[in-house]
Structure formats: structure tokens, C-alpha cells
DNA sequence: TCTATAGATTTACACGCGTAAAAAAATTAT
DNA sequence: ATAATTTTTTTACGCGTGTAAATCTATAGA
């Protein structure tokens, strides 16, 4: 049709409609009486307009993004629940913008700063944890509106919705204490996460509610390469004979995938029938734990509804007349997967 | 200190420096004189002043966006990938713009299409493939500088850069033959990946110049879900006792994940040591193959050089003087790396 | 039919920065 | 020191849209 319009105000006279009309249009498709509202789609359509980002945005009081940040995108852990929440916020109309921190507290705040620029209306931020900075991730909240996920850091951000770790270990100790020798806990000595913490006293408590004496495996390990950390130091414990006969629940199934190569590798046979060596169960139900070998017996994070509360509430808020609502917290239920690890 | 400041405008009276060359500084930071240059970053940190990003980009001839897109960010291969471009483009003053499209043509073009409103200087692109809406990619790339990376779609962006999978290929057939039973290939019969039909082809050819009877294992499967195809489809494999003994050479080692997880299930040993019943090799040194039960016998696909060569490229074609250069491209070889899987 | 009202139009200005051109100042070369 | 060159300043306009206020128009209820 022509040449390409560039302006609104071209396709304002082209379509007949005003160009206020039209610029309420492209703020909010349901702002504006149905009939025009397909007058437009049509002439969008037979034109091929589409308004100017960047003027767009420039004076609008708030932007249509919405920030994304995940701590690290090469765990598809993070990759999935991102991938979860885009979809979520594309649905509800506005446009994701994702960043990831690759476990580094300086990129972090460097993600929080770029957003910042680009003015989104709220800010989904899945923190670090202990590596992050504190003070920068309360600056920001403080600025723009923040629901944390999947980690908690007081203080920061409106809202925070992850898994109820406590939940989940004591269904997971209960479940391995009932079907053989019960569990010795598998983890990092200090941890990046705080739901390793929270774990770690998940675990102790379920253990002594059972009359159990709660067994600690901590090893030593930095950074983010769970899986080495996991092999390396599960290939020490392995040698000792006294696990023998052992059921080691690990504090992530990325440890655990590290335990079961290193398991692998000693000869040691790994599952929950009588014949094997060791019983190994992680946490997450990471997308390869159903490869691994054996398949990994895990706990399930209900990353949908943690996805969704997040974005619904994120929705809330940027809506809301901003009324100074308390913090909003929700924990979720994981679900236990056996498979033939333990 | 005092409030914050909003334009410009008020930075550039308070800085003692014109807007104009303010302008040109944000623009490109070497660009001005190296004695203003440092004026400016003082007053930048003493004011903790930042333009306005809209406002920044509506005029600009070219903004200083560069698109990244990857068919699917959960896949680790990817991730990393992305990874390493981002932080290549970050290296490069520019700012990088992560999309995945979650391995569907539909949301590739979304993807390209929400990019062109944001007027990027250029786009790094690895295509879904035999999936891609060829038409619309080619009419993308006519309007804006594209990249093709990891997967050539012939006629589309003005550049490729890729694995050699030729190369890679026979290299990992002759290390195969040579070391015991020749392999056999196993492979989806209809990949959306061209990469796919190259290592096909490569297999082929390698095994014919060892003068060697080539065979391929083509088993059904759609989407993504490469784990869950080499599982299903290993099982049944591995159970014909015509495959005791033999070497399979995966076309990706997602596909050997899955088949090793599924001869571990059937109680075969897999490896080069002489008691076991299988040799298996894969293709691209996943994340996860050093973890695999046993570790996977694999080709790196040298994407350091990749991702350089990709990016260094599309600075050239941005800075360029736009002379019609013909369309380069360049294969990077892959490396063998030796496990214990064969 | 009249009126109340939601929705559309007209008019006009604002936003914050890019950029061009000419003049002035600072630096370098001779 | 002077001339040539580079860099900065001054001045001024443009970009494409948001938004406000007043006015007009369509729709619905009585």
C-alpha cells in the first residue's frame, strides 16, 4: 500500500481516527470504545503502522516492560522459570526484558542499573542471595517496583514467592526415612543460595522429629559449578566405607548429578532396590534428572504457581493505587518424584 | 549532590561542559578529547547522571542495540553461547538484547519483529532452521544487519559462522574406527537443526573414504526434547542384540544423554574398556557430558572462536561503509575429547 | 424527544536529546 | 610566533509521541 507511514499522525488521517484516540489505543487496546477499537486493528493491519518505541515511551508515565533477572542462565533451572515468566508477562500485555546475573553480584547490579534506564514498570528479580548486594538491591526497590522470587532477601523488593523448603525436605526425610536408612545431608559448606540454608535447617529439624540424629555432609567449593563441586567431593565421601549402605539427600540435584557421576565412576551401585550400594535424592527435578543414571528421586518446585503468583502480583502492584500494602509472601508446596535413585 | 538531575541540559551547566559534546560523548566516549573526556566521567560520577534512554535513541542514526537471538535458551548449549556474545557485545560499547524463541518459527519471527521496534544496529541470529520462516528471515535481514551463527539458512543475513561439521565429523569417525568397531550413526530422521544433515552427510562421507559400509539409525521424533527421543528410541535400539558390541556415534550429545541413560536402565556397560557392550559418542561437548554415566566421548565445537568471529563481524558491517560485501563465511574446527563413553 | 454521559476530536504544548552550522577556543604543526 | 587543524561552544530546530483541556458527537436511559 504505498509507501511506509512513519508518524501517527499519518495514520491518523489515513484510518480516521485522532491521534489522541489513537495513542489512548496503543496505551491500552481496551480504553477505547470497541468500535473503534477494530476500526483500528483493521487499519493497522491494511497499513502496517506501528508507533515509535522510543518516542512512545519517552513521556509515558509508565513504560510497558517489565525486567526479568535471573541469577544465573546457564542452569536450566533458571532457563525454565524464566522461560515461564516471559510467557506469563507477554499474556498479560507487557514486554519481558531478561537479564541474567551469571553469578556475579557486580553483574547483577549492573542488570538492576540498565533497567533502570530503560524505566520498566516493576522489576521480576530471582537475587543471588548471599553474594548480592544488599544495600543496591534495597536502592533499587525503592525506585522501581520489585517482587522477588525463587530467593528471599529481607527488606528488598514488595513481594516474595519461591518453595517452602521446609515442606519439601520433610516430605523428601520422611519419605527416605520410611523406605531404608535414613538420610545424611549432602551440601556446600557456605553456600551462595539461601534456600540451601533454609534447607539445611529443614533437613535437621525433619530429622529430629523423627527421633533421628541428623547427619551433615558439608563440603567445600565455590561459585556456581554445582555438578564439579558434587563430583569432586562426592568421589572423597564415596571412598569412605562407612557411607556404605548410605542414603545422601543432596541440597540441589546439580550436587546430586555431580554425586551420582562421581558414584558412577567408583563402581557403586546407586538406587532404592536391596542390591545397591547407596540411595541418592536431590531437590529441584533440574530437567536431566530423569536422565540421569540412575534417574534422580527428587522434590519438584511448583515453578508454575510460583510464576504465576509472581507475575499476578507484579501486576497488582504496577496497577495499584500504590497503596503501601504490607510485603507479601508465599511459599509453595513442592512434590515429591520418585524415580529410582532412592 | 542536592536533588536529582533530569536533562541534559541542567548535567551539562553544572558540569561546565556544552550539551553538544555531552550529546557526542554519550554517543561514542572516544570521541571527544581525552582531557573532557575525564571532566565528564567525574562529573557523571559526582552528579550520577544517565541520559534518558528513549530520548537518546528516537534521533540517534543508529542505536547501540545489537539483538541476540537463540532458538532455545534452555538448552545449556545455547545459554552458553549467548553467554559469551553478550558479554562480547557488552565488551564492544554496545548493548545486548537476549531473545529466545523457545524452538518455534512463530516466536522467532515475534522475536525479529519486536527487535525491528527497536531499531538495533544489528542482529545476531542463530535460526531455528528447517523450522524458519525462511521469507520472513530474508525480508528481516534486508532491513536490518544480520549475523547467522551455529545454523546457515542460505540467502538470509550477511554473514555465517559455524562449526565444521565435516570436519568434526571425520574426525570423530576416524578416532572411532581406529580404536575399535566402526560407528553407526544415530540420529532423528527429520531434524529441524541443518546442522543435522551436515553431520549426515560428513558420517557418510567419512566412512566411505575409511572404505567403510556406513550405517544410519534414524529414529522418529519432533520438538526439542532430545533426551526424551534418545531414551525412548535407545531403548528399543539397544535391545536388538545385533547392536552388542557396536560403536554409536549420536548426532548431538543431547540424543547421547538420553541413550546412555537408557542402556544404563538396560543394565549394558557402556565404554571403551574391552568388557563393555557399547561404545557411544556424541557431538558438542555439552555442559553435561562430563557428568554423563560414563563421560561422554564428544566433539567441542570451538565457540569462543564463533562468537568472536560473529561479533567482530557485525562491527565491521556496522561501521562499515555498507560497501555490498559478499556474504562471508567461515567454519571453525571442533576438537575431539576423550571420555570414557568410547 | 430530551438529557445525561461516555467517548472522540481539536488544539496546543511538553518531553529530552540528536544534530547541523557557524563561530570561538584550544591544540598542534610549521 | 604564526598558521593550520582539531575540538568545543553557541544557537536553533526537529523527532514522534504523551497528555491536558475544551469542545464536539454518539449512545442510551427516562
Not at 508518524?7 to 480516521?16: N, P, R
Not at 559448606?189 to 529439624?205: G, W
Not at 562426592?234 to 556404605?244: C, P
Not at 545422601?248 to 563402581?267: K, T, V
Request: glycine content about 8%; overall charge neutral; charged content about 25%.
Amino acid at each position: 500500500m504505498g509507501r511506509k507511514i512513519k508518524t501517527m499522525e499519518e495514520f491518523a488521517s489515513l484510518s480516521g481516527i485522532s491521534r489522541p484516540t489513537l495513542s489512548k489505543f496503543f496505551n491500552d487496546a481496551q480504553s477505547v470504545k470497541k468500535s473503534t477499537r477494530l476500526k483500528i486493528e483493521q487499519a493497522i493491519e491494511k497499513y502496517d503502522y506501528r508507533p515509535n518505541f522510543y518516542a512512545m515511551n519517552q513521556n509515558r508515565r509508565k513504560t510497558k516492560n517489565i525486567g526479568l533477572v535471573v541469577p544465573n542462565l546457564t542452569d536450566p533451572f533458571f532457563a525454565g522459570i524464566a522461560r515461564k515468566l516471559e510467557e506469563l508477562i507477554v499474556l498479560s500485555g507487557y514486554n519481558p526484558l531478561l537479564l541474567s546475573s551469571h553469578g556475579g553480584p557486580e553483574q547483577e547490579i549492573a542488570n538492576l542499573d540498565s533497567l533502570r534506564s530503560i524505566k520498566p514498570a516493576g522489576v521480576l528479580l530471582a537475587p543471588l542471595g548471599r553474594a548480592s548486594n544488599v544495600q543496591k538491591l534495597k536502592d533499587f526497590s525503592a525506585l522501581v517496583p520489585t517482587v522477588l522470587f525463587d530467593a528471599n532477601v529481607e527488606g528488598v523488593g514488595e513481594a516474595f514467592f519461591g518453595s517452602d523448603n521446609h515442606q519439601s525436605i520433610g516430605l523428601m526425610v520422611d519419605y527416605l526415612a520410611r523406605t531404608g536408612e535414613p538420610p545424611k545431608f549432602f551440601e556446600m559448606k557456605d553456600p551462595i543460595n539461601p534456600n540451601a540454608y533454609k534447607r539445611r535447617a529443614a533437613y535437621v529439624s525433619a530429622m529430629e522429629k523423627l527421633g533421628l540424629e541428623p547427619e551433615l555432609l558439608q563440603v567445600k567449593g565455590d561459585g556456581w559449578n554445582f555438578e564439579e563441586i558434587g563430583f569432586a567431593s562426592g568421589r572423597q565421601i564415596i571412598q569412605d566405607s562407612k557411607y556404605r549402605g548410605a542414603t545422601i539427600l543432596c541440597s540441589n540435584d546439580r550436587l546430586a548429578i555431580g554425586l551420582l557421576s562421581a558414584a558412577y565412576e567408583s563402581g557403586l551401585r546407586v538406587g532404592h532396590s536391596a542390591e545397591c550400594d547407596l540411595r541418592v535424592a536431590g531437590h529441584d527435578d533440574h530437567p536431566f534428572s530423569r536422565y540421569t543414571c540412575p534417574s534422580l528421586t527428587t522434590i519438584a518446585q511448583d515453578y508454575d504457581a510460583i510464576g504465576e503468583r509472581s507475575v499476578s502480583e507484579m501486576l497488582k502492584i504496577i496497577d495499584g493505587a500504590n497503596g503501601i500494602a504490607e510485603r507479601s509472601e508465599e511459599l509453595f508446596e513442592g512434590r515429591l518424584v520418585m524415580r529410582t535413585s532412592a
